[in-house]
């Protein structure tokens, strides 16, 4: 079992840029796939990026070239960096771990893969 403590978020101009960190405690942590989940206002979860076990990852088209996920199995954190935000990134950021084995897309894709979940971040982008 997981627990993960996020850290991060806030508010930015669009253009700017933010630094996301999830930290986890318990076993095991380097044999989860990890991810990023938000939730816009009035929408459902949708996945941002995910890093496997072995560091392979998947992202949201809209985010390509913009967000990096990373991941450091010996001090148990993954973080999200974004670079060149914009109004429609604004959402509740949820890290996510997933103990099933399956591909990054796969995961991209369905939200419900994810066993543990963080407490959630506000990042705000304002035009």
């Known amino acids: 079992q997981l627990q993960l403590v996020q850290s991060g978020g806030g508010s930015v101009q669009a253009g700017g840029s933010l630094t996301l960190s999830c930290r986890a405690t318990?076993?095991?942590?380097?044999?989860?796939?990890m991810g990023w989940i938000r939730q816009a206002p009035g929408k459902q979860h949708e996945g941002v990026a995910v890093i496997d076990s072995d560091g392979h990852t998947d992202y949201l088209d809209s985010v390509k070239g913009r967000f990096t996920i990373s991941r450091h199995n010996t001090n148990n954190t993954l973080y999200l960096q974004m670079n060149s935000l914009k109004p429609e990134d604004t959402g509740i950021y949820y890290c996510a771990a997933s103990r099933y084995r399956v591909t990054p897309s796969r995961a991209l894709a369905d939200a419900t893969l994810f066993n543990y979940w963080g407490q959630g971040t506000q990042v705000t982008v304002s035009s």
């Open positions: 318990g076993q095991l942590f380097s044999s989860y796939s």
